[in-house]
């Protein structure tokens, strides 16, 4: 729960200057990855991303995350864009790209398959559906996925 609360907090703190500079956030992470702490900001915008941008949310929450210091032991910050095949993970995420392609990853094979590909068709109370190259239809409930990725799409196509 540490985490969960660690990361609610830091993204209270960045949301300000991220709205300022015209940026979305998009996820936030704070995960140990061998000795390291790293704390990972995923932002987005209309037309894309840029290095400038990265650079200058980097500049604008470093003072304010150190004086708040809702982590208590050292971390490496890093802030990027989610990538073209970005992981949907909250609500909006999977509402804004209905229609797009996409790769799901079951936590249980689901009749010995975990990896399904095809259309986000639909996300109701966090229940995903795929239209399958079939055009035969899957449904997962969210917390049964491992994870859900948009796959091999024009990202234009959504903003």
């Known amino acids: 729960m540490a985490k969960q609360n660690t990361v609610q907090r830091v993204e ?81 995420h999977f509402e804004k790209y209905i229609g797009a392609p996409v790769m799901l990853r079951t936590i249980r094979p689901v009749d010995g398959v975990r990896d399904f590909c095809g259309t986000l068709v639909k996300y109701e109370n966090k229940t995903i559906t795929v239209r399958l190259e079939d055009e035969s239809e899957v449904s997962f409930e969210k917390k049964e996925t491992n994870f859900v990725k948009l796959d091999d799409f024009d990202i234009n196509d959504f903003i």
């Not at 998009?26 to 290095?51: A, H, M, P, Q």
């Not at 304010?64 to 909250?90: C, H």
Request: hydrophobic share 35%; proline share 5%; aromatic share 8%.
């Open 12 to 92: 209270e703190i960045i949301k300000p200057y991220a709205d300022e500079l015209g940026l979305e956030i998009w996820d936030v992470t704070f995960k140990k990855e061998g000795s390291d702490w790293y704390l990972r900001v995923f932002i987005d915008k209309e037309g894309g991303v840029s290095i400038d941008d990265c650079v200058d949310l980097t500049h604008a929450v470093s003072k304010p995350l150190d004086e708040a210091d809702p982590i208590s032991q050292n971390y490496m910050l890093e802030i990027s864009s989610p990538g073209v095949e970005r992981e949907l993970k909250r609500d909006e």
